[in-house]
């Protein structure tokens, strides 16, 4: 079986007078949050093999505190993720199938839209994520990314 993970960003500053979405930090709250989520990983023994992240600041520092946590692992910074679509996910995804457990950091509505679609296969169905939130899903090793393809078999958050 394939495990995926899908952390939400901690909570963030709100942007400063012409600060790029993009640019916004954590705050302490949200480090506490993403301090949290890397403990819950850690205890549950759910160390990715790879992490895929948005480059966004509020992410990359949500995946440092993470990551304190469970240990340092093959890492990327994925542009498609910042704002990004489920379908546009999905694919991001396949192009890692090889991987056996792999760590998204990322943003809603996307994340919350891919948990219901490869869960229940309506993007729809959703019940959300709150910042700093863990889903992970189970699917066989070979299966691409689809609709109802995955199992939900953890759900956390702070």
């Not at 990983?41 to 480059?55: G, I």
């Not at 891919?114 to 959300?128: F, K």
């Not at 992970?136 to 109802?148: D, F, K, R, T, Y």
């Amino acid at each position: 079986m394939r495990e995926l993970i899908l952390l939400r960003h901690a909570h963030a500053e709100p942007a400063a007078d012409g600060q790029a979405d993009i640019d916004r930090p954590l705050s302490p709250h949200g480090l506490a949050e993403a301090e949290a989520a890397g403990r819950w990983l850690q205890e549950h023994k759910l160390v990715p093999d790879r992490v895929l992240c948005s480059p966004a600041r509020r992410s990359r520092e949500t995946l440092e505190a993470v990551l304190e946590r469970t240990g340092y692992v093959e890492q990327r910074l994925e542009e498609r993720i910042y704002d990004a679509a489920p379908g546009t996910l999905a694919a991001l995804l396949d192009e890692h199938s090889e991987v056996e457990r792999v760590l998204v950091v990322g943003h809603n509505p996307g994340l919350e839209q891919l948990v219901a679609l490869m869960h229940s296969g309506q993007t729809g169905d959703y019940r959300g994520m709150p910042p700093a939130s863990v889903a992970v899903l189970s699917l066989p090793m070979e299966a691409a990314i689809e609709p109802g393809i995955a199992k939900l078999t953890a759900f956390w958050w702070p």
